[in-house]
């Protein structure tokens, strides 16, 4: 189990896995669906200073209320989690 979030960073808004566990060789790739048929590819990778956090090297576009998909992949195995983003309530640009 874990939490996929965007979070503000000093380098501006990215996407972010934390994992309640450990996976070795772990590889996360968001797919987000957006109009005209297009796919957006976030790949996450391994904060340096915590192996349970998994983040992309830049912002998802706007808007950032969309359906996608989370691909794992590990120790040969994968699955594809699919989820909606949405933006909390109250929320400006």
Not at 16 to 32: C, E, Q
Not at 35 to 59: K, M, R, V, W, Y
């Amino acid at each position: 189990m874990g939490m996929l979030e965007i979070v503000d960073t000093p380098e501006g808004e990215r996407l972010r896995m934390t994992m309640n566990g450990h996976a070795t060789d772990l590889s996360a790739t968001v797919m987000i669906d957006r109009p005209g048929n297009s796919i957006e590819t976030l790949p996450l990778t391994p904060l340096p200073n915590d192996h349970h956090c998994f983040q992309s090297s830049l912002a998802p576009a706007e808007p950032h209320e969309f359906s996608a998909e989370l691909h794992l992949m590990a120790s040969g195995q994968s699955e594809v989690l699919p989820f909606r983003m949405t933006e909390p309530a109250g929320h400006r640009h």
